[in-house]
Structures are given as structure tokens and as C-alpha cells.
């Protein structure tokens, strides 16, 4: 057995972690790590928010040096001292947040840090038509028609992701970790995703891919490695794999799984009505009423216009035409400013661009959404209720840190994405259009974030749930508007709701009798 | 190319309404005319020439300062050190006679080892660029200080002046502007095409993201406030052999430093780093002189200059702050 390891791990390829630590002062987030990446394998790494992932890759990718411990490449030790280090070897990490320079081209982007050159008679320059076509060759590949000419910042987040791995691919590395990658792409995309990496696999390199996603993981995976608490607790090998085993060695604790919510909590009275919504680019004609209590989800795919519509919604795009209603009142045309005023508020999806302050403590984020109010009132926010109001919020959405003053910016993505949530719903709005509200949140937040959004709506809180995952919807939703292409398309409720339903409502709109507008 | 890509690509070539270069062509031009129809003395040749010469100095510290700001830094101490470097060569070669060669070496020695200093300052020891370069103002000034020991430089030896003043080999355009002319090729070049000012502008768009790309940030951060010193200085020497003066307030009295800083940001290039105009560093300089000539013909008084160079700040920023916050 043992023998046969130490054959396979001279193998070009084979790269094993052997004992790695990590502490960032006194607190130790790994804990002595030993796992083997092979050729042509796919070892999953799942575990709950903070349980060490993200650190473990950067570890392995360079970009965070380990406190102790060795890494192997084919056998040899191997101390990687930057990225580049770690590209030199062929070792390339697909990053949680992907990393944007807004103002190159996605070409060059793709290039930083190895840009071609051609020799010229003032030297060396950079050859921008190679670089060009390269991009453009390794976007093809792909198949992903993103023209290469345009400035990183006008991508969506599916496509700075999509964009990441064609650089990993432009470099010749062939030991690949994905860090999260299918969390903000739709059931489409992560199939588009997962046949580039079937691909890659079969090819020969070494991949490693994190994820929250039960059902994807299982469908990928050739090997599951379960982190808790910085602490490697089992690595299975298809096909052993037992999704309730999985899961209770990554919680630590039984999860009670809710398909579908109980009973609707809506009431009469309208709290937000939206008619004849358009922007005039990217979405035409949207109306629906959201009542008191009520849960209406938007489903489609990624670039469908759900988040356009709720930013024009919430006043930060302007309205071409149509009307927006809060409790009766016409808001059409207020900025978020007034929109925050009068309880509606809007988490939005890319926490890394909007609504998280990454050098700021976890206190000060939670209750920056309350300054407003507070500097209305010509009162001061005292340092003991900012205290309590951060620590209900930490223990309410299990945000896992240090303590409340910790910086956003050391928590672990899924938990900045909590005390995002947690922040706009200290504010107690009467609306709240929430954005993909468990994107890099594990199993077990998930649902205790679902139990708050039900809790809410008890509350009489009416609430917008847009989600690229149907289960979600069905979980949540007491009624959901399927959008296609900036339309509305189909509406669902009550028991028509299943996600089989919810996937086929907005993928045969694409057919001209396909949609009933609501 | 869809409708929500409507927008032009930024880099490596921008759409023409992004063209400053134009604009401030038109805006210099039709400045220097409105201001000749009031006093046709602006007008001579002689004049436009001393406008134009006199943009030269702070064109070369301002390219200088045009690299810093594209990679997110600043750097105040370019006044100082410009100082520095004049006060020096100036001094060498009015006392001990030192050759126009050895002044050259001399100045770009100066920059090249406080510039660096400025660089490990901000890139080993991670303190913020306008601590660093505020520290090092004071620094750099003091320098000035002992070295002159109360002299000041007022004549250089000829070979210094006509360096200043004349063209090379009997050529009718002086020597600073081709020293410019070449600076400019070589910035342009660098921050266009070449690695190294790619990799400039990837370390100004977002740190962290150039540093996992695998870009050698620190080393990039020192290199570059280290060419900023060479220009700062290179600026010096040209600026003593020009005047034939240099006092202990040298570059810090007439605000080199903010002028730099002005006239990189009315040229196009981002207070927040990532993107860079050359050109319109240049072009802004020159319509900074004009209009301060263009204020000593009209007879404004003195004390309003620093108000106008002010106005241009405030202006050219919230230009730039406009378009980010205009991204999508
Ligand atoms: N720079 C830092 N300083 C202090 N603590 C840090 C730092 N970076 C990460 N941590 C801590 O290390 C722990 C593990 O973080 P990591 O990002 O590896 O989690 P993760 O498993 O990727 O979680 P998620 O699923 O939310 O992405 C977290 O508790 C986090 O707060
Ligand atoms: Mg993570």
C-alpha cells in the first residue's frame, strides 16, 4: 500500500500536502493537513464557512505561506514563495473572488504577469495582436463568446469567473484549484464548467474544486475531502459516497432537511407593486405585487435581468418607463438614499464591489446600514448597543470569526457574506429584495439564513428573493416569476412549484408560445 | 459586440471621446489667442517660446509623477528633490567648475538613490505613499539645506547655460525639449507597450489581484517611485541649467509637487491608479505655463496662482471621479 503511494507520488502531477498548519496569531485555522492531489482526478474539498478551504488553496497555490508543514510535487519538496513561484510549477488557483483590473481589456487581464512579447526596434514590446488572438483562441476553447477587447469591469461576475479559467488554461498549468467557482453560475453554466474540467481531467491534470453544493459535488467529484474546523475529519473515494455521511461529518451535527415551506404567511395588504417596469437595454415591461409576508422569488438564468430589475427596483438604474409603488406611495425615480428611508433595502449579489467594507471591523459593517437613521435622530449610537446589535447578528446568522472587532476583510468569504445580509436586515425594512442570498454559504447556514427569510416573512416583512438555484426558490418562495431575456415569462405558485417546474418555466421561453406574462 | 457592451475598450486604445490630448490642445490654443487679443505681447515668439520652455521642467517631473500615480501611489517630494538636484550640480559647477557630464551623473545618482529610498519606504516597510513622500519632503529639504550652507547658485559656468537654453549642434529647437521629447517617447513607450509599464497599470488597478497574477509587486513599486526621483531630478538639472539659478526653495515655492500632481490628473491619468495619458501630462503642463503667463500679462496678482492651479485640481478630479463612478 504503501510502496504503491510512494510510486505514485513521483508521478509529474501528483501534489500532496503533508501536515500543513496555518495560524494567523493566536488563532490556528488549519491544523496539520495531509492530502494528495493526483493526475486526472478531482479531489472536492467541502466544510463549513471558515472551516479552512480558501486557506488551504492559497496555501497550495503560493499566495499565503503555511506556518508548518511541507508540500510535495511529484515527489520533491517544493517551497513556494509567491505566485509566480507557484506558476512556475504549473500550479494555478482559481480565486473565490475573482481578482478584476477594471481598467485593462479582458485580453490583457488574462495575460498580467506573462504578457507576450515580440522584439522591435525601441526592444522588447509587448505584441498586442498575439496577445489578442491567444486570448481569444483560449476563450473559444472554452466556448465562451466574451470579446476580448472589452474593460475587465463590464463583466459579470459569471464572466470574470468564466475569464479566470482561460487564464489558469493560457498558462500551461496543469495542477488547477477552483476556489468556489460554481457559486455565482447558474445549472447551465456549472455544466458548461464541468465539461471543461471532464475535459481537463481526461487529459491528465490535477484538479481540486471547493463547493457548498451537495449535487454538484457528487456528480463531479472522484474523491471528497471534508474540512472541519481545520481539521481534515474524511476523505472518501468514489463511489462511497454517502450524501448524509458527508454531511453530518461537515456540520458535526444531524441537519433536518426542509424541502418545501409550510404555509404562506402573505397578508392583503400590497406592499410593493411594480407596473409596466423598463430600463429601456436590458429588461421591458416587468409588473408584479409583492403583499406583506409574502415570498416571491425571481428565477432565470445569469444576465436574464433579474438584478437590473431590482436595482431599478431600488433606484440605483434609472427607470425608462413605468412605475414603482412602496406602500401605496409613488417612489419611481428616488435614489436608494430615500428607497432606505422609507424600509426597502436591497442585498445585492457581489458583496466584493458593493455593501462589504473589507478594512472595517464586523461591527462597524453590521451597523453602518443604521448611521443614517441614527444621525436623523441627532443621537449617537453607543459603543455597548453597537456591541449588542453586532453580537445578535453574528450569533443569529452563525458568523464565524475571531470576535466582533475582527476586519471583514480575515473572515471567509461565505461569512462576509453573512454579515452583509446581517447588516441590511438590522435595519428592519418592510421590503427587502434579497440577491442571491446564500451564494458561498455552506449547507448549514443555508438553512438557518432560509429559517431567518421565513421568520421575516412571518414578521410581515414582503420579501424579492432572486436565486440561480430552483431548490432555493422552492424552498423560500410562495410564489415566483420566471424571467427571460429581461421578460416576464411565466408565473408559478402554490403547488405548481417544484424545481423541475422552475428550470422548465424560463428554459422553453426561448420558444415564441412558451410565456405567459403575469 | 451586444448592446450592454456598447462601451468602447478602455486600453490599448481609447475611443475618441476619451481623447484629452484634443481637448487640451483646443483648451491651450484658445486660451494663448483670447489672452493675445487683450495683450498681443503674449503672442511673440519670443514669449511662446519661454511658455513652452518653461512647461519643460515640470513636464519631465510630472511624467515622473504621471508613473507613480497610474501604480496608486503619489509622490510628494518630487519639489524637494528637484530642488536638490539643482542645488547641487548648480553649486558643483559654479565652485569647483564640475563638467555638464558629471552633473548629469551627479543628478541622476541623486534620484535614483532617494528614490529608491522612497520605494523601499512604501513597498518594505509598507508605509502609505503620502507619509512616505511627506517624510522624505522634509528630508530631502533639509538636504538642500546643509549642502548649500547659505549659498545659492546664480550663474553656471556657459556650457550649463547653453545646455539650457540653445539646441544641439546649432539645431533651432533648444536642448530641454528634446530631453523632454525623449523622456515622453520613453514613457509612452513603457507604460503602451512594454512590460514593465503593464505591469505599472495591472499594480494600479488592484494590488493584490497583480500580486496573485504573479507580478512582483514590491520590486515594480520600487522601481517605479525610483524613476520618479530620476525625473525629479533630471527636472533639477535642467531647471538650473536653464535659469542659471537655484535657492533652498527650489521646486518647493512654486508647489512642484501639486503642480505635478494637477497636471498628471488634467492629462487623464486616474487619482485611483490603472490608467495613464503621457500625452496629456505633457499637454496639461504646457496649459498650466500658458495660463500662468497668461495671469503676469493680464496682471493678476501673484497670490492668485496657487487659487488657479487649485481650481484645476479640483476640476480634473472630479472629472476623473465621474467616469469611475460611471463604470458599469
Ligand atoms: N488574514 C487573516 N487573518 C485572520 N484570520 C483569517 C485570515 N484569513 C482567514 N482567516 C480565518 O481563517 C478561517 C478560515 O478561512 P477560509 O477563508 O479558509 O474559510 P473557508 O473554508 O474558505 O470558508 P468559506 O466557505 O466561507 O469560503 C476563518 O475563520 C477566517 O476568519
Ligand atoms: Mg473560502
Redesign the pocket.
Known amino acids: 500500500m504503501s510502496a504503491q503511494r510512494d510510486a505514485d507520488s513521483a508521478m509529474p502531477g501528483f501534489y500532496a500536502a503533508q501536515g500543513i498548519r496555518k495560524s494567523?496569531?493566536a488563532?490556528q485555522?488549519l491544523k496539520g493537513i495531509s492530502l494528495d492531489l493526483k493526475p486526472g482526478r478531482m479531489v472536492t474539498i467541502m466544510?463549513?464557512?471558515?472551516?479552512?478551504?480558501?486557506?488551504?488553496f492559497?496555501i497550495l497555490a503560493g499566495q499565503v505561506p503555511p506556518t508548518g508543514g511541507t508540500l510535495r510535487l511529484a515527489g520533491a519538496p517544493v517551497a513556494l514563495a509567491s505566485p509566480s513561484a507557484a506558476h512556475a510549477r504549473g500550479i494555478y488557483l482559481v480565486p473565490?473572488e475573482p481578482a478584476l483590473l477594471p481598467e485593462l481589456s479582458v485580453a490583457e487581464t488574462m495575460f498580467v504577469g506573462a504578457l507576450p512579447t515580440r522584439g522591435g526596434p525601441l526592444g522588447r514590446r509587448v505584441d498586442w495582436a498575439a496577445m489578442r488572438a491567444r486570448a481569444r483562441a483560449a476563450l473559444d476553447a472554452l466556448e465562451l463568446p466574451i470579446d476580448v477587447d472589452r474593460p475587465a469591469r463590464t463583466l459579470s461576475i459569471a464572466q470574470q469567473q468564466q475569464v479566470e479559467c482561460a487564464k489558469a488554461l493560457l498558462r500551461g498549468c496543469r495542477i488547477i484549484l477552483f476556489?468556489?467557482p460554481t457559486s455565482p453560475l447558474t445549472s447551465h453554466e456549472v455544466e458548461h464548467l464541468f465539461s471543461i474540467m471532464r475535459r481537463l481531467k481526461a487529459d491528465g491534470c490535477t484538479l481540486s474544486f471547493?463547493s457548498?453544493r451537495m449535487d454538484e459535488v457528487l456528480e463531479i467529484s472522484d474523491e471528497i475531502a471534508v474540512?472541519r474546523d481545520?481539521v481534515l475529519v474524511d476523505v472518501v473515494a468514489r463511489p462511497s459516497f454517502d450524501r448524509a455521511r458527508l454531511l453530518s461529518r461537515m456540520v458535526g451535527r444531524p441537519l433536518k432537511a426542509v424541502p418545501r415551506r409550510a404555509a404562506s404567511n402573505a397578508r392583503d395588504e400590497v406592499a410593493l407593486e411594480v407596473r409596466g417596469l423598463s430600463d429601456g437595454l436590458r429588461f421591458a415591461d416587468v409588473g408584479f405585487s409583492l403583499r406583506r409576508g409574502e415570498v416571491l422569488g425571481l428565477a432565470g438564468l445569469v444576465g436574464a435581468g433579474r438584478t437590473e430589475i431590482a436595482e431599478t427596483v431600488f433606484g440605483v438604474r434609472p427607470a425608462a418607463a413605468g412605475e414603482v409603488r412602496l406602500g401605496g406611495a409613488v417612489v419611481t425615480g428616488l435614489d436608494c438614499h430615500a428607497m432606505i428611508r422609507r424600509g426597502l433595502v436591497y442585498v445585492p449579489e457581489d458583496r466584493a464591489r458593493h455593501g462589504a467594507v473589507l478594512p472595517m471591523t464586523i461591527t462597524e459593517n453590521v451597523t453602518s446600514g443604521l448611521l443614517d437613521r441614527v444621525r436623523r435622530r441627532a443621537g449617537l449610537l453607543s459603543a455597548r448597543d453597537e456591541a449588542r446589535i453586532s453580537a445578535a447578528a453574528v450569533r443569529d446568522f452563525r458568523v464565524?470569526?475571531?470576535g466582533l472587532d475582527?476586519p471583514l476583510?480575515?473572515?471567509?468569504?461565505?461569512?462576509q457574506q453573512k454579515v452583509v445580509f446581517a447588516k441590511w436586515m438590522t435595519t428592519g425594512p418592510r421590503v427587502a429584495i434579497l440577491d442571491e442570498p446564500t451564494r458561498?454559504?455552506?449547507v448549514g447556514a443555508k438553512e438557518d439564513i432560509y429559517e431567518m427569510i421565513d421568520a421575516m416573512a412571518r414578521d410581515g416583512m414582503a420579501l424579492l428573493v432572486i436565486s440561480s438555484e430552483s431548490e432555493e426558490l422552492v424552498r423560500l418562495c410562495d410564489r415566483i416569476l420566471s424571467i427571460y431575456e429581461g421578460r416576464v415569462v411565466a408565473e408559478l405558485s402554490g403547488a405548481d412549484i417544484s424545481p423541475a417546474a422552475v428550470a422548465r418555466s424560463y428554459l422553453t421561453a426561448a420558444a415564441p408560445s412558451g410565456g405567459v406574462a403575469a | 459586440m451586444s448592446a450592454a457592451a456598447a462601451r468602447p475598450a478602455a486600453d490599448p486604445r481609447p475611443g475618441w471621446r476619451d481623447r484629452r490630448e484634443l481637448v487640451l490642445v483646443a483648451v491651450t490654443a484658445a486660451s494663448a489667442g483670447a489672452v493675445g487679443i487683450v495683450n498681443p505681447g503674449f503672442l511673440t515668439v519670443e514669449n511662446l517660446r519661454f511658455v513652452a520652455l518653461n512647461s519643460v521642467v515640470l513636464s519631465i517631473v510630472a511624467l515622473g509623477q504621471t508613473l507613480v500615480i497610474a501604480m496608486r501611489g503619489i509622490d510628494l517630494s518630487v519639489a524637494p528633490l528637484m530642488g536638490l538636484s539643482a542645488m547641487v550640480c548648480g553649486l558643483l559647477a559654479q565652485t569647483h567648475g564640475l563638467p555638464l557630464w558629471g552633473a548629469v551623473g551627479v543628478a541622476l545618482a541623486i534620484g535614483l538613490a532617494l528614490g529608491t529610498l522612497n520605494g523601499v519606504l512604501v513597498a518594505a516597510l509598507n508605509i502609505p505613499p503620502i507619509i512616505t513622500t511627506l517624510g522624505t519632503y522634509s528630508l530631502f529639504g533639509g538636504l538642500t539645506f546643509l549642502y548649500s550652507d547659505g549659498t545659492q547658485v546664480d550663474q553656471v559656468p556657459p556650457a550649463y547655460a547653453a545646455f539650457g537654453n540653445a539646441g544641439p549642434l546649432g539645431l533651432p529647437v533648444p536642448t530641454p525639449v528634446l530631453v523632454l521629447l525623449l523622456v515622453t517617447a520613453a514613457c509612452w513607450f513603457a507604460l503602451g507597450h512594454s512590460r514593465f509599464g503593464r505591469a505599472v497599470l495591472a499594480v494600479g488597478n488592484n494590488a493584490a489581484a497583480a500580486y496573485n497574477a504573479g507580478l512582483r509587486v514590491a520590486v515594480i513599486r520600487i522601481q517605479v517611485y525610483a524613476l520618479s526621483g530620476l525625473l525629479a531630478c533630471l527636472g533639477g538639472l535642467v531647471f538650473v541649467c536653464y535659469t542659471g539659478s537655484a535657492t533652498v526653495t527650489t521646486g518647493t515655492g512654486d508647489h512642484v509637487e501639486l503642480q505635478s500632481i494637477a497636471v498628471a490628473l488634467v492629462g487623464g491619468t486616474l487619482i485611483a491608479g490603472g490608467r495613464a495619458n503621457v500625452l496629456g501630462t505633457v499637454l496639461a503642463s504646457l496649459f498650466l505655463s500658458t495660463v500662468l503667463t497668461a495671469l503676469v500679462f493680464l496682471q493678476v496678482p501673484p497670490i492668485w496662482y496657487s487659487a488657479g492651479e487649485g481650481l484645476m485640481i479640483l476640476v480634473a478630479v472630479r472629472g476623473g471621479t465621474r467616469r469611475a463612478a460611471g463604470r458599469a
Open positions: 494567523y496569531g488563532i485555522v466544510g463549513e464557512n471558515g472551516a479552512g478551504k480558501s486557506t488551504l492559497k473565490q476556489d468556489e471547493i457548498h474540512l481545520g464565524r470569526c475571531a475582527q476583510r480575515e473572515l471567509s468569504g461565505g461569512n458561498g454559504v455552506d
